[in-house]
């Protein structure tokens, strides 16, 4: 590959934006990669920060593993779980619809469990 500049000359590197081939005297440092000019150092900053934000939004450390799981995510987990069982045994006494308890039941044993695991995950990490 040669450079995107100087068409004599071999790439060393590639843009880490438009993957331009760079050779030493046109790649410019940016943050842990190299860019072939101002506009895509631009570019980077913005995709670091969008990928930064990402991660936080879906619980993504630096270092590529799941963030420590709050307890505040266990314990939403089980108050459902337990107005779901709550809901169906009022369905059972007063309506007597045996399928709506069973349902209500079953979905609030998943979130009972599921707060379970979110809570001893917690304790792992």
């Given at each position: 590959?040669?450079?995107?500049?100087?068409?004599?000359?071999?790439?060393?590197?590639?843009?880490?934006?438009?993957?331009?081939?760079?050779?030493?005297?046109?790649?410019?440092?940016?943050?842990?990669?190299?860019?072939?000019?101002?506009?895509?150092?631009?570019?980077?900053q913005?995709?670091?920060?969008?990928?930064?934000?990402?991660?936080?939004?879906?619980?993504?450390?630096?270092?590529?593993?799941?963030?420590?799981?709050?307890?505040?995510?266990?314990?939403?987990?089980?108050?459902?779980?337990?107005?779901?069982?709550?809901?169906?045994?009022?369905?059972?006494?007063?309506?007597?619809?045996?399928?709506?308890?069973?349902?209500?039941?079953?979905?609030?044993?998943?979130f009972?469990?599921?707060?379970?695991?979110?809570?001893?995950?917690?304790?792992?990490?």
């Amino acid at each position: 590959m040669h450079c995107f500049n100087h068409q004599k000359t071999s790439a060393v590197c590639a843009c880490g934006v438009c993957l331009k081939g760079l050779c030493k005297e046109c790649m410019q440092p940016a943050d842990d990669k190299f860019v072939c000019s101002l506009t895509c150092a631009q570019l980077l900053q913005k995709i670091t920060r969008l990928n930064n934000y990402a991660m936080s939004v879906y619980g993504i450390n630096k270092s590529g593993g799941p963030q420590k799981v709050g307890m505040r995510t266990a314990m939403l987990h089980f108050a459902l779980g337990i107005t779901f069982i709550g809901f169906g045994a009022y369905s059972a006494v007063h309506f007597g619809d045996w399928g709506l308890t069973c349902f209500a039941s079953a979905v609030g044993l998943i979130f009972v469990v599921q707060a379970y695991k979110t809570y001893k995950r917690g304790l792992r990490l």
